[in-house]
């Protein structure tokens, strides 16, 4: 079946520290993938997607996020992390474009320490 | 201003009553979705329109019902018949040309 899993529940790390979120799905051909992010009490809000071409892409807020096919894997990151940036991430990914629905992973909870 | 609007932001209804939330997009664009989320659990798709008057059960449609007589509007209506409505439900719609899904405010339902 396919599938979308973001290992981390909870991570955090320390203002300024770099951050790297994990994304994994199971799929045979490249679906589109995406990052959205949520304020506690909001919508999600659109980070990055990847649809094909280059595999390393570049979001709002300065995260930056990588297509791996050969590990199945769609990671963010961003390389010096602020207060601001605490909230819930979601991956996503469209499997079949004709259906027109995503499937979402559980979430990856970021707390960020002073 | 415009997008995609979602009201009441906060809702609070009696086991037993139906509740309706409401959903409306000024885009342009078909394709609409209902999502629940609770905590730990992610999104979890109820019901989707891909056009207007036609829509699709998502993978937990049980207790709940919509309508697509318009583009604009795709309201959801919570029945009694859901057994444990108290969430957070977000309501999106997809760009067609991306694919890409862009979501509203969300509405917290609380059962008292």
């Known amino acids: 079946a396919q599938s979308v899993t973001q290992p981390d529940i909870h991570i955090t790390v320390s203002e300024g520290a770099s951050l790297e979120l994990r994304c994994n799905y199971s799929y045979g051909a490249t679906p589109y993938l995406f990052w959205y992010v949520q304020s506690p009490g909001q919508g999600l809000q659109l980070l990055l997607k990847y649809f094909s071409g280059d595999t390393l892409v570049q979001g709002i807020k300065g995260f930056e996020a990588e297509f791996k096919r050969s590990q199945s894997s769609f990671n963010l990151r961003k390389p010096s992390v602020h207060w601001s940036d605490a909230a819930e991430y979601f991956c996503a990914v469209v499997f079949n474009t004709n259906a027109g629905k995503s499937t979402f992973g559980d979430g990856t909870t970021l707390t960020v320490k002073p | 201003d415009g997008g995609i609007t979602q009201s009441p932001k906060y809702l609070f209804r009696k086991e037993g009553q139906n509740v309706t939330l409401s959903c409306e997009q000024n885009?342009?664009?078909?394709?609409m979705y209902w999502y629940r989320q609770d905590p730990g659990q992610g999104l979890r798709l109820i019901y989707y329109?891909?056009?207007?008057?036609?829509?699709q059960k998502g993978d937990i449609a049980e207790g709940y019902s919509v309508s697509r007589e318009k583009k604009e509007s795709f309201p959801l209506t919570v029945t009694s018949a859901q057994k444990n409505p108290t969430a957070f439900y977000l309501c999106a719609l997809r760009d067609a040309d991306t694919d890409t899904q862009y979501f509203g405010p969300g509405t917290r339902l609380t059962v008292l």
């Open positions: 329109s891909q056009i207007v008057n036609d829509f």
């Open positions: 885009l342009n664009h078909d394709a």
